[in-house]
């Protein structure tokens, strides 16, 4: 059982939060500390004329928002948005903030994640923490 767990979470394409979820409540020890993470990575400089004023604000406020939520389910549980590469962010608030296990959903790689390698794999690979990869589909 672990005494700080930290699920990723991402806000994309056919990403569920609920198995992540629940294997952080099946792996936490007794008023563990849960703490969601989403990384926001930086919107391409082409697209940057095309969003409205504030649209980063807003963003990131709606997904504080249902982390939050999401987080509610969990005695000690928080939420936390942070912007960057989403491997390296992971990391280092694991590493800063005494994470002893990373929750992380991954896809079943294909070609194209062998060769430039996920999120989850770079997780995994320089982790400083337990890791448990929730896989989908």
């Given at each position: 059982m672990y005494s700080h767990l930290l699920?990723?979470?991402a806000y994309e394409g056919q990403h569920d939060a609920a198995p992540s979820l629940e294997i952080a409540g099946a792996l936490a020890a007794e008023g563990a500390?849960?703490?969601l993470l989403h990384v926001m990575e930086p919107a391409p400089v082409f697209a940057?004329?095309?969003?409205p004023d504030n649209w980063r604000e807003d963003m990131h406020a709606a997904?504080?928002?249902?982390l939050?939520?999401?987080?509610?389910?969990?005695?000690?549980?928080?939420?936390?948005?942070?912007?960057?590469?989403p491997a390296s962010e992971v990391l280092e608030f694991a590493q800063t903030h005494g994470v002893d296990c990373i929750v992380v959903a991954s896809?079943?790689?294909g070609?194209?994640?062998?060769?430039?390698?996920?999120t989850a794999n770079k997780i995994v690979a320089r982790a400083p923490c337990a890791v448990h990869v929730a896989r989908r589909g």
């Open positions: 699920v990723t979470v500390k849960v703490t940057l004329d095309y969003l997904i504080k928002a249902d939050g939520t999401l987080a509610a389910q969990f005695e000690h549980g928080s939420a936390v948005v942070v912007e960057g590469d896809h079943r790689p070609t194209h994640s062998l060769m430039l390698g996920s």
